[in-house]
């Protein structure tokens, strides 16, 4: 890399918050979920959870908060402008429950570069360790990629979806569902992700050349938990990786089947094309 970001590895950041009645009641509305009988939330909720809270004025042109080289800044002023949640490895050691205090320690673990076909790329490893009234609760390691400019006249990705390949036969249940606009802004608002590719559609289109808004990879990672605990339960570990974006409008597909003790999970387009792959392991 043009810059030494040794002084970032091992950085820490720590947060701090109660699961409360309120943050649990927009959680399920936003998913259309009943509430559970016992105190325990849905996988996943831990997205909504000692999330970033910049300063409005301290965020960047895509919305999330300017990157700077502060000493107690977590993420490193990475000279690339487009960035994306690329996937995590999650495992689960106990369930949150509602009232529960939440204590999040975030990890710089590694920042890697590479050439790849669309220019250079940036990878930045992060550990956060979840601690629910002091018991270890969550372990996740996510991986955020940084990229360079799109051109301005770059071809809108992805492509419109063309004829409808998708063969729900391959899987063992499949889930369909459009995203829409107030699903991506709702989930937004709760995970107080300002990133504008998820709610700005000129910008997404004009500035960033996706087709329309994205859907978020921890949405769409959500959205396969809860498919695998409607087959399995609650897992003990679950992974997933984003392989091409999701276009708020479009159909989508979330498909499961068993393969031994694990699930394959993935969430595909009309087209069958693949958007995001999981796997999950009770």
């Not at 004009?206 to 959205?223: D, F, S």
Request: net charge negative.
């Amino acid at each position: 890399m043009a810059n030494d970001w040794s002084d970032w590895i091992g950085r820490e950041a720590r947060a701090a918050e109660r699961l409360d009645e309120s943050l649990a009641a927009r959680w399920l509305a936003t998913l259309d979920l009943t509430a559970p009988e016992g105190a325990a939330l849905p996988q996943g909720v831990h997205f909504a959870l000692c999330t970033p809270q910049a300063p409005t004025a301290m965020l960047g042109e895509d919305g999330h908060p300017a990157r700077s080289d502060d000493p107690a800044s977590l993420y490193p002023p990475i000279d690339l402008p487009r960035r994306m949640w690329a996937g995590s490895e999650i495992t689960f050691l106990r369930p949150l429950m509602l009232g529960d205090r939440i204590d999040k320690l975030s990890r710089v673990v590694s920042l890697s570069e590479k050439e790849g076909r669309s220019g250079r790329l940036a990878f930045l490893e992060l550990e956060h360790e979840i601690a629910a009234n002091g018991e270890p609760a969550i372990r996740e390691r996510q991986t955020l990629v940084y990229r360079e400019a799109a051109a301005p006249d770059a071809s809108l990705v992805p492509p419109v979806v063309g004829e409808k390949l998708f063969d729900p036969q391959a899987w063992d249940r499949v889930q369909t569902m459009v995203p829409s606009e107030a699903l991506l802004f709702r989930f937004s608002a709760l995970t107080f992700n300002t990133h504008r590719i998820h709610y700005d559609a000129p910008y997404a289109r004009e500035v960033e050349r996706y087709r329309g808004p994205v859907v978020h990879g921890p949405l769409l990672a959500t959205l396969l938990l809860q498919l695998a605990a409607d087959v399995a339960g609650p897992v003990g570990s679950f992974g997933f990786s984003a392989r091409s974006p999701a276009i708020v409008g479009d159909t989508l597909h979330l498909a499961v089947r068993e393969q031994g003790d694990t699930l394959e999970l993935a969430a595909l387009n009309d087209a069958g094309a693949v958007l995001t792959t999981a796997h999950a392991s009770r």
